[in-house]
């Protein structure tokens, strides 16, 4: 009776030492009798003791790998250090396993491979310049190469391009030239901008003061106007005032007289008294001796 107990459990444990839950996301490779048997999806699984064998555990979540910088030599005969990094996932456990021996290994000179061959077709600015198309070309060529080995290379990326320190030092200098051009450039427009305006500025304070004098005379030609105006209704008005009052021919004389004398005013050399008031002048002239000698 404790034998067969003995035995229950022993055969218990094998059996329980041998039900293999497989996570999210893994894949088991199972081998029987050192030959490939099946491969174990996400669940619960039971192995065949001494006869089944878990050959290997394979991750199927996308990777990332950064390798080492790799020289490189382009068209134009410059070498530059380029590391690389390498998104890649398992697509096929089977072939992952049994495709290739140590598959980074692989991957690494197969990228540093495929990279050289790029870099070598180009120049140094053309390579600068174009890492989208370097990416592009190198995931087709690796993507392809590892489709055998049950790897999807899903993106490469060019890292760091280090080229050589005279080429960085040149390269410096130049994007300070640079730089200092386009500070030029923004300077002298800026100065062109600062000169434009202020000639508008100029037109227009000087079309203003034209426009000012302008109706300043205007407005005095207006005024003048106005006041000749004013004055000769003024002597109209006076005229058909004494026209209404019927004024006698002395009356007239007397102002005609006071006319020439202002029209004298010690300033004409000659006058000449038209006849019809001389004796009204002379009349005048003897009232004023009069009053002097009675005085």
């Known amino acids: 009776m404790i034998i067969i107990f003995g035995i229950f459990i022993i055969v218990l444990v094998l059996i329980i030492s041998n039900i293999k839950i497989v996570p999210q996301a893994h894949s088991f490779i199972i081998e029987r009798l050192g030959g490939y048997y099946t491969t174990w999806g996400v669940g619960v ?8 064998k878990i050959s290997k555990k394979v991750n199927l979540k996308e990777h990332v790998v950064d390798f080492a910088p790799q020289p490189v030599i382009t068209k134009d005969n410059v070498t530059m250090q380029i590391d690389t990094v390498i998104y890649y996932q398992i697509t096929d456990p089977k072939l992952y396993t049994y495709g290739v021996e140590r ?12 990279l050289r061959n790029i870099i070598g077709e180009m120049e140094l600015d053309e390579s600068l310049t174009s890492r989208d198309v370097i990416n592009t ?3 087709a ?20 391009i280090i080229p050589p320190k005279e080429i960085q030092s040149a390269m410096e200098k130049q994007m300070k030239a640079e730089r200092e051009r386009r500070e030029s450039i923004l300077k002298a427009e800026g100065e062109k901008k600062s000169a434009i305006l202020i000639a508008e500025g100029e037109k227009e304070s000087a079309i203003l003061r034209a ?5 300043a005379a205007i407005k005095e ?3 003048q106007a106005e006041a000749i105006v004013t004055v000769q209704q003024a002597i109209a008005e006076g005229i058909n005032k004494i026209n209404e009052a019927n004024p006698q021919d002395g009356y007239l004389t007397i102002k005609a007289l006071e006319a020439f004398t202002k029209a004298a005013d010690g300033k ?4 000449i008294i038209p006849s019809n008031i001389q004796g009204i002048a002379g009349l005048a002239a003897s009232l004023k001796e009069i009053v002097d000698e009675n005085n």
């Open 45 to 52: 699984h039971v192995k065949v003791p001494f006869i089944d």
């Open 103 to 114: 598959p980074m290994l692989a991957i690494e000179n197969l990228t540093a491979t495929t």
């Open 137 to 139: 070309k190198m995931r």
């Open 141 to 160: 060529v690796l993507d392809e190469a590892t489709d055998p080995w049950g790897i999807k290379i899903n993106r490469v990326e060019l890292k760091n």
């Open 211 to 215: 426009e000012a004098k302008k109706q």
């Open 221 to 223: 030609a207006e005024g």
């Open 268 to 271: 004409a050399t000659k006058i």
